[in-house]
């Protein structure tokens, strides 16, 4: 029997680098593909990218912005998704009003940093808002996600925070999904709360939710371990709810 595919969808400005402990540790178990996100200001335009190169059945999983574009997957090509897993993410469009203004106003400040300072100076201001404030102090992970948001470019970041700022609902999609899905989130995921994804699991029928201790929004990279282990269950998971 073959493995089964397995397609790793970064988030904003990452890399495989997010996403290389757990492809280290599953490559025994399924057939890895990590995701190089198209420069695009359209999740859909990613979304389509990814299904162009994708096996024809695969199980998915995001992190952050890799999820969003993972629900746009869903949403144009349902029967090749076996199974879904959502991490460190969100389902809902802009905020209107003041909410939304809010956040196009500070992201468009940050797109101005990148554009006058660099990028590795969006990561530092970045990375204080993302990570667990005890990760930190961790000098090889900190230098490892500035090196790597240093390879973006300011206009690859500008199309993706207008790919952001332009995302669709996603809420009507989540009952209709049939297959085994994870919903994971750090418990101090600032960015992402625990409360959001405890809405998306009420929303997706039979979902499991996986919420891990002393961990930020980047899971994938401050506590791989956990991301494994629940990666694993979650691909071996034959239906039903769990909840952890």
Excluded at 172 to 200: F, K, N, T, Y
Excluded at 219 to 232: G, K, N
């Amino acid at each position: 029997m073959s493995q089964p595919s397995l397609v790793l969808i970064p988030g904003l400005l990452c890399d495989a680098t997010v996403w290389r402990p757990q492809a280290a540790a599953l490559s025994a178990e399924a057939d890895i593909h990590i995701v190089e996100l198209i420069e695009s200001d359209s999740l859909g335009a990613m979304a389509e990218a990814v299904i162009e190169s994708a096996p024809q059945r695969f199980a998915l999983a995001g992190h952050s912005m890799g999820a969003r574009v993972a629900l746009e997957i869903l949403r144009r090509a349902p029967q090749r998704i076996e199974r879904l897993a959502l991490l460190d993410t969100g389902y809902q469009p802009l905020p209107a009003g003041v909410a939304g203004e809010h956040e196009i106003r500070v992201r468009q400040d940050m797109v101005a940093l990148a554009r006058e300072h660099g990028m590795r100076a969006v990561g530092k201001v970045w990375l204080r808002g993302i990570l667990h404030p005890r990760r930190l102090s961790d000098t090889q992970l900190v230098a490892s996600l500035l090196d790597m948001i240093e390879r973006r470019t300011p206009e690859y970041y500008a199309a993706q925070i207008h790919a952001l700022l332009g995302r669709p609902d996603a809420t009507g999609l989540l009952a209709g999904i049939g297959c085994p899905a994870l919903v994971l989130c750090g418990q101090q995921d600032a960015w992402s709360p625990v409360e959001r994804h405890r809405r998306m699991t009420a929303l997706i029928p039979g979902s499991t939710l996986t919420i891990i201790e002393d961990c930020g929004h980047m899971a994938t990279v401050e506590q791989p371990e956990a991301v494994i282990s629940a990666l694993r269950s979650w691909l071996a998971f034959k239906g039903g709810a769990e909840h952890s």
